[in-house]
């Protein structure tokens, strides 16, 4: 079977979502299918085979780039909001335009994507699959999904909140992790004599760090916080920075953006790690499924996360510290409590062992078994 991964992102990228697609085609290799990613002709894009050394993928993961009118380049239309929409939307439609060019003749076993739009360019051909990880909340939203949701064979979701909103042919296959990046040793002495927490991630309102941060000054006389990683938008770390210095909250160290193979060296030195997601909006709710959690269950440290049930289809009380979501004194008492916890070995060792079912191997013998009893 050959797979054509098709996707409108920007790649190589320390996007999460680049990174989720490209160990996902990774895993679809190591599974014995054969894979050709798909992606857009992009201004600031690096060459096609940069791809498998970027992401650290062991084999090679053939790449075609598709020519698409891309407007980005221009600081104009970069600059603003409505410029921006109208590009990428003119980027996106001649993306979708010319890779139906491209496989209108070619014999294609499977098309599989993340770009729900796709199916209605790519009307003749059969074997189609959705991998879907968002859903509107308008009723015309709604509508024009469930309708585009009828030109694939089969939609994969990322979690229950998703798969409710999916009739018909639909699996469950949650995110994942790759084991290897993890089977590393690190020295804690070296990071610090004070317990660690961190925070690993984007810095959007919604990834919780605000709260974190005001809950941290309660337990900062006795312990580290570091926020690694960041958003793309410098207004982000700047706004988590103002907090830190109007509430004068000491010891928190912003790391910045790091490499995503050395994440690991970075969760490591901790000795918690936080999942701060707020409520108030479906994809923290009940959409997501980020990758830190995977990771922070294999890196062999105490996870402290917000007891959202997208973060609850995999936690729980047997494997980490649940706190009440977007409560500020409920995360000051759970920081406290991970403080003097004198078992933790055993929720670290439970949410490992959960940990090592979601590998990107597992999740790809999954979808490929879903596709194959549908083709």
């Not at 050959?2 to 992102?9: A, E, V």
């Amino acid at each position: 079977m050959k797979i054509y991964y098709i996707t409108n992102l920007l790649m190589p990228s320390e996007k999460a979502n680049g990174i989720q697609v490209a160990y996902n085609c990774e895993s679809f290799l190591n599974s014995g299918a054969g894979v050709e990613l798909l992606l857009p002709r992009r201004f600031g894009c690096k060459g096609s085979d940069d791809i498998s050394a970027f992401y650290n993928i062991d084999k090679t993961l053939p790449v075609k780039r598709i020519w698409c009118l891309d407007l980005f380049f221009s600081k104009m239309i970069s600059g603003g909001r409505i410029l921006s929409e109208i590009a990428f939307a003119i980027q996106s439609l001649s993306f979708y335009k010319f890779v139906a060019f491209h496989l209108m003749f070619k014999r294609t076993d499977v098309i599989y994507t993340r770009d729900p739009f796709l199916g209605l360019f790519l009307f003749f051909k059969r074997r189609k699959f959705l991998e879907l990880h968002n859903f509107p909340q308008s009723w015309i939203g709604k509508s024009v999904y469930w309708f585009l949701l009828k030109t694939f064979s089969g939609v994969i979701v990322i979690s229950e909140g998703l798969k409710k909103n999916v009739p018909g042919n639909v699996i469950l296959a949650r995110d994942g992790v790759k084991k290897e990046l993890f089977d590393i040793e690190t020295n804690k002495a070296q990071a610090s004599d004070l317990p660690v927490f961190l925070y690993s991630g984007s810095l959007y309102e919604w990834k919780g760090v605000d709260l974190l941060l005001k809950a941290f000054k309660s337990v900062s006389d006795k312990a580290l916080l570091y926020i690694v990683g960041g958003s793309f938008d410098e207004k982000d770390s700047e706004r988590l920075k103002n907090i830190v210095s109007d509430l004068d909250i000491k010891n928190v160290v912003f790391v910045g953006h790091v490499e995503y193979k050395k994440t690991p060296l970075y969760l490591k030195t901790a000795d918690f790690l936080v999942l701060p997601n707020m409520p108030g909006s479906k994809i923290s709710e009940l959409y997501t499924s980020p990758l830190k959690l995977f990771e922070y269950m294999l890196a062999k440290r105490l996870i402290i996360a917000a007891d959202l049930p997208s973060l609850t289809e995999i936690l729980n009380e047997k494997n980490s510290l649940l706190f009440k979501a977007g409560d500020l004194k409920s995360l000051e008492e759970i920081l406290r409590k991970a403080l003097d916890l004198k078992n933790k070995e055993k929720l670290i060792d439970n949410a490992y062992k959960d940990g090592l079912n979601f590998t990107w191997d597992a999740r790809s013998k999954k979808i490929l078994k879903f596709i194959n009893e549908r083709i």
